[in-house]
């Protein structure tokens, strides 16, 4: 399984996006995330604007809500044209469970967010409370402030959440380089930001990744 190339617009005006968009990003682009900045500058019409564009991609709308609030608000986010949105992981069975009832019964997807401090892993009883709530989806995120931001337990943690059975999608500071500590893992995606959205020659960024993900997954 190769991965898929996600990459997330934390951009703040529907203009500005879509002019990215068309400069060649989308077509490289498996995945099209509208960040939180955008969603809060623009409101659920920048991801209407978005999958009007391009309604082929995978639209998802990066709100990190938490999992109760997804029962109240999710729907006028799918509503307005996202595929899938980012929340926010809890220990909470409850609310966990509600949560992926809602993802459920839209046709939709919740990517749940892993938050872990730096070389912590997740408890037994944390993922087997996931796997009992019907999650599917999870995203590791390095935390790290400093150089070298990605190491050996970062990897190891990201390997516990592909053997508890969830697709497991991987995003913080990375880079061509750094991908390689996951070379021929079953990853999911790799989410990229502004390392592309932000550089002066998105494509020729992009370009890399491609290469790095033909040379190390199959």
């Given at each position: 399984?190769?991965?898929?190339?996600?990459?997330?617009?934390?951009?703040?005006?529907?203009?500005?996006?879509?002019?990215?968009?068309?400069?060649?990003?989308?077509?490289?682009?498996?995945?099209?995330?509208?960040?939180?900045?955008?969603?809060?500058?623009?409101g659920v019409r920048a991801i209407t604007a978005i999958k009007k564009e391009y309604p082929q991609k995978e639209?998802?709308?990066?709100?990190?809500?938490?999992?109760?609030?997804?029962?109240?608000?999710?729907?006028?986010?799918?509503?307005?044209?996202?595929?899938?949105?980012?929340?926010?992981?809890?220990?909470?069975?409850?609310?966990?469970?509600?949560?992926?009832?809602?993802?459920?019964?839209?046709?939709?997807?919740?990517?749940?967010?892993?938050?872990?401090?730096?070389?912590?892993?997740?408890?037994?009883?944390?993922?087997?409370?996931?796997?009992?709530?019907?999650?599917?989806?999870?995203?590791?995120?390095?935390?790290?402030?400093?150089?070298?931001?990605?190491?050996?337990?970062?990897?190891?943690?990201?390997?516990?959440?592909?053997?508890?059975?969830?697709?497991?999608?991987?995003?913080?500071?990375?880079?061509?380089?750094?991908?390689?500590?996951?070379?021929?893992?079953?990853?999911?995606?790799?989410?990229?930001?502004?390392?592309?959205?932000?550089?002066?020659?998105?494509?020729?960024?992009?370009?890399?990744?491609?290469?790095?993900?033909?040379?190390?997954?199959?």
């Amino acid at each position: 399984m190769k991965p898929l190339l996600h990459i997330a617009f934390d951009t703040y005006t529907i203009q500005q996006t879509i002019q990215l968009l068309h400069s060649g990003i989308a077509d490289a682009a498996d995945v099209v995330e509208c960040g939180g900045p955008l969603i809060f500058n623009e409101g659920v019409r920048a991801i209407t604007a978005i999958k009007k564009e391009y309604p082929q991609k995978e639209i998802v709308a990066d709100i990190k809500m938490i999992p109760l609030l997804t029962t109240f608000n999710a729907q006028q986010f799918f509503d307005a044209g996202a595929d899938s949105m980012i929340i926010f992981g809890t220990a909470s069975l409850r609310d966990m469970t509600a949560a992926m009832r809602v993802a459920e019964n839209a046709k939709k997807k919740f990517y749940v967010f892993v938050d872990l401090e730096p070389d912590t892993f997740p408890s037994q009883e944390l993922l087997a409370l996931y796997q009992k709530a019907g999650v599917k989806h999870v995203i590791y995120h390095t935390v790290r402030k400093s150089a070298p931001y990605w190491m050996d337990s970062d990897v190891k943690c990201v390997r516990m959440l592909l053997d508890a059975g969830f697709h497991v999608s991987v995003t913080g500071k990375l880079t061509p380089e750094t991908i390689r500590l996951f070379a021929g893992m079953p990853l999911y995606s790799f989410i990229l930001g502004t390392s592309v959205v932000e550089a002066a020659d998105p494509i020729a960024v992009l370009e890399q990744y491609r290469v790095f993900l033909d040379q190390n997954f199959s």
